[in-house]
Structures are given as C-alpha cells and as structure tokens.
C-alpha cells in the first residue's frame, strides 16, 4: 500500500542520515543581523553547530562544497542569501548545477535561497536552480516546513537508489534479535516472525539492555552479508546498546514498546504499532533488507 511504501522510505532514510542533526548546512550570508537571526533558529531546529558552515558570499559556499565531497554520505543543503558581494546566490547555484550535469559531485547538495522579497516558503523559483525559497529572515516555522520537504526529497533518492541496487527482498536471510522484559510480548514477537516466514535458527530472545549490549558485540562476528535487525520493547534500552562496538554489524533498531514509541524517532529507524500484525512485522523486515542493501 502507499502508506507502507511511504514509512518503508521514511525509515530507510533515517537508517541513511536524514537525522536533522547529521544535516551539514553551508549558509552564505553576507550580512551579520541575518546570521545572528538565522543561526539560533538553526540550533533550535536540531542542527549540530559544527555542522553549519558559514560563507560571506558564493565563492566561499563553493569551497566548502568542494571540501565536503569526501563526507559521510549525509544530506547536504546549501542555503543562499540571493544578494551578495563578490557572488550571490543565483550565480552561485548555477555553478552547483553545472557540477551536477558534469556528475562532478559525489554528495549534491539541495540547494534552498533566503531573499527579502519573498514572504513565504516557496517550492522551486523562476530560474530552476533552487528546490526551495524562504523568506529573509525566516523563523521556527519557515525552516521546520523547508526540513520537512528536504526529508522528502532525501527519500525520494533513496527510494530510487534502493530500486536500482537492493536484491530481491529475502526475509530468511535475515538476522533479528528479540530484546523485551516482558516474556509475553517477546513471545508474540516471536511468534510473529516465525508466521511471517523468518529463518528461527536466526531469531535470538533477550530480556535486558545488557544481555542485548553483550549479543550485539557478539554478532559482529557473525556473517556481514546478513542484515542485522534488532527489535526493542524497552526504548531506554537504545542509549545503553549504542554504547557497544557496532563496526562491523550495525543492527537496523525498530521499537516495539507497547507503551509507545519516541516521536521522531529518537535513535530509532522504525516503530512498530503497539498492537502489531504480520503485515507491519513484514514491512519493517523489508526496511531492514533494503537499508542494508543501500549501505
């Protein structure tokens, strides 16, 4: 169904990144009132602060473009005042988008301009160089409505890219760890996973936060072509599991609590419904495959 292609692309977008605090902005602003407006409204949205780069005009944005192509494959925006010295933004984004025609980017970045002469978040502009217009300055709303579309795109690619390279969806391949407290639910998991089709030699049950700490460090011996999902009914339990060493298997994390879930997420790539059913366990294992598969 479309609602489950839509949170099938939503989770593995998070799996790739799209984490507002792994979202590097470079933002040209020539003028030091609108950095010291834009900047805190940057923060509050979960922006780390290393991971906005300040530019004055859009020789200075290019730089830093050029110096983030070996990152981390983690969305990219560039956020363009329209009028600087030096180089504004339009010249700017034309630039960028003739070092995407030529395929000389490894991360391309979304381009979005800030400009006095616009009152509201816009799709697009006249010269076909921006996915996004904000008004100058903007505030908690303008940006959090232009995140959310940036979310959108970033999935969009993933799903294309997900179509293009993940082989066909194998549920017996892949390897789950059960981890609840309650010997019921994790029952039901089980069960459940058995129903749906997975492999049970490959389904393992634990009931603490330290016992799954301890099988996550043992799995990373186990077989790297197998995507490793780990279902959680204690979504506490994350912060002390992410403390293991997770190099070589990095678990696909979806919680299972039936006292709900963390909003956005949370460290989280999925959730699931806390009256589950075959067809929502069966589409968070399709997650997991094709996140891996895109890794």
């Not at 697009?124 to 959310?148: I, M, Q, S």
Request: glycine content about 8%; hydrophobic content about 40%.
């Amino acid at each position: 169904s479309s609602s489950s292609t839509s949170s099938s692309l939503w989770a593995v977008a998070m799996s790739h990144g799209f984490d507002v605090s792994t979202l590097t902005i470079i933002y040209a602003e020539d003028e030091i009132v609108f950095r010291e407006i834009a900047i805190p409204s940057l923060l509050k949205a979960g922006i780390e602060r290393q991971n906005i780069l300040l530019a004055g005009d859009g020789h200075e944005a290019l730089e830093h473009l050029k110096s983030l192509q070996d990152g981390p494959p983690q969305p990219l925006m560039m956020l363009l005042d329209i009028c600087m010295p030096g180089m504004g933004g339009n010249e700017c984004a034309e630039e960028v988008q003739g070092m995407v025609a030529q395929q000389a980017l490894k991360r391309e970045p979304y381009m979005v301009c800030c400009s006095a002469g616009v009152k509201k978040v816009g799709i697009g502009d006249e010269a076909g160089v921006f996915a996004l217009t904000l008004p100058k300055p903007f505030g908690k709303t303008e940006l959090e409505l232009c995140l959310k579309h940036l979310e959108e795109i970033w999935e969009g690619d993933l799903c294309a890219k997900g179509r293009a390279s993940a082989p066909p969806f194998d549920l017996k391949a892949i390897e789950v760890i059960v981890a609840d407290d309650e010997p019921i639910c994790r029952m039901a998991v089980v069960t459940n996973l058995s129903l749906v089709g997975t492999d049970p030699k490959l389904v393992r049950e634990l009931e603490d936060d330290e016992e799954a700490m301890e099988m996550v460090t043992e799995v990373q011996n186990g077989d790297p072509s197998r995507p490793l999902l780990m279902l959680l009914g204690s979504p506490s339990w994350l912060a002390t599991i992410r403390k293991a060493d997770m190099g070589k298997r990095r678990p696909f994390f979806v919680c299972t609590s039936v006292d709900g879930c963390p909003k956005n997420g949370n460290g989280f790539h999925a959730s699931l419904p806390s009256k589950h059913t075959q067809t929502d366990l069966r589409a968070v294992l399709e997650q997991c495959w094709t996140a891996f598969h895109l890794a």
